[in-house]
DNA sequence: AACCATCGGTTCAAATAATAAACCGACAAG
DNA sequence: CTTGTCGGTTTATTATTTGAACCGATGGTT
């Protein structure tokens, strides 16, 4: 592995959970000798990546990672393209509306939005990671990856979340192929007992699926009814942000969800 | 120099005029040989830093800024909480208001807002780098810095950008001594002829000058009175900015501040 | 006070990973 | 058909990274 590699996964322990981290804690996160730690986090250091703080001298994310975003976002306005169709989603359904994109091998999300209502909801995390098994974002954009991703992934532990986590590879494949043959994913109750939702795939330039958006409600308030509300509002939200990432719809993909609507 | 840095600084290529590179470009603007460049960025490309897009392969920012972003926002709310007082004091000042940041030893522009008040007004853009000795910004930063910081800035060749850029060292010193008793800078036509901006220092918790809030109007409309309007606003803002961020001003400019006033 | 563990950070020989130059096939212009 | 460029790959050589031991400081325990 690349020493670039290693002090970029060091970015990634820093989490919502866990924004402070010290030295020696890193060091031991990242399974790295202190003294190539500290190298690697100066670095960071040095380029305002993470930056240290307080008199314990703990690390954090550092600046430079706004300047990066606001940069990214002149040029590929992702997010700001997406969050007004999300807040959309969100009033139209009555529900928790939320945008995942893929980066490198993890689904994560990248923003949300709540609607008005109801008084209960369904709580969501900026920059939290999603299983691909156990969420409909995470079973949507697997089941549009290649094979050999998919594969990938399977073969990877698959943690029980719920009583209703299917974790059988096997039967996770049947059920990826028939969400490719829906053009949707629904997951109920297997990330959290509660909450049921329902994603459709994003694609980019080239056809390729980069990420999901999606429903997310109460189990008690997922009718039949609204069921179908939510897959009718998703299937235009899906257009309508892959449209505006300059994206295109893979012609099956548009077929399936007119026929749905 | 350490191979995270090197290919960090690949990132730093990247800009609003420039924001698709191609491996040999990125080689020959990185001065490195082009098997190594291809090396690191692949590696930043892995981490999603970095993609490649289209048939020419060219390399833009990718998505996992937005992530690291949208984490550090959530623990240190540096932007967030700084727009709604830069809207503000667009407003009272009827001037443009931008805020910048110090990373590494970069001056960048974190944000901006304008006001309604006039047809006319001063443009900015985000993410991009401010002469340290031609803006309000950069002569305010530079001023509250520790003296090896300013000499070192002060040693690098120091372009002249309009007829009004000062570029003698020994003067711009002289200058900055001057900025340290008022508390503020001033900065009239020096990067762009026709602007004139003032600038107070924002600090942060250890009392460190990490960046600026400036207003930056067309220089015709800069009057006595409009000058001394905007040191006041300035003041309040910087203050109000310095302690969203949880910093601590320095209580000599506090009393400067206050006999500005 | 003495002890012990841990902290962030440093040192230096030994090991490993990064590098430069040459090369590849593909493409485009002349 | 030559020439130059592109993105990407290969290789022996070289320089950087690494690990273990070590610092002084800090803070809790006996």
Redesign the pocket.
């Known amino acids: ?4 590699t ?1 002090a970029l996964e060091l970015l990634n322990l820093f989490t919502k959970g866990r924004p402070l981290i ?4 890193l060091a031991r996160l990242a399974d ?5 730690c ?3 986090i ?1 670095e960071l250091c040095d380029f305002g990546l993470v930056e ?1 703080i307080g008199t ?3 690390y954090r994310l550092g600046p430079a990672v706004l300047r990066l975003s606001a940069l990214r976002e002149a040029q590929v306005p992702t997010r700001e393209a997406a969050m007004p169709v999300l807040q959309a989603l969100a009033q139209k359904t009555g529900e928790t509306a939320h945008l995942s994109l893929l980066m490198g091998s993890e689904l994560h999300t990248l923003g949300f939005a709540y609607s008005t209502g109801h008084m209960t909801r369904v709580t969501m995390e900026d920059a939290e990671v999603l299983p691909f098994h156990a969420t409909s974002s995470g079973l949507v954009v697997l089941a549009f990856q290649p094979e050999a991703f998919r594969e990938t992934v399977l073969a990877q532990p698959i943690p029980r979340l719920t009583g209703r986590t299917e974790t059988a590879p096997q039967a996770l494949r049947a059920r990826l192929a028939e969400v490719r043959g829906q053009g949707f994913a629904e997951s109920r109750g297997a990330f959290q007992a509660e909450v049921h939702s329902i994603a459709v795939p994003l694609f980019d330039a080239l056809g390729r699926c980069t990420g999901a958006v999606a429903v997310a409600a109460l189990a008690s308030r997922m009718s039949e009814d609204q069921r179908r509300l939510i897959r009718f509002a998703l299937a235009s939200a899906g257009s309508e942000i892959t449209s505006l990432w300059g994206g295109t719809l893979p012609a099956d993909i548009a077929t399936l969800w007119r026929l749905a609507a």
Chains 1, 2 share one sequence.
């Not at 592995?1 to 670039?4: A, I, K, L, N």
């Not at 010290?22 to 804690?25: A, E």
């Open positions: 592995m690349g020493t670039v290693k010290g030295l020696s804690d790295l000798n202190k003294a190539t500290y190298r690697l100066s240290q314990a001298r703990e």
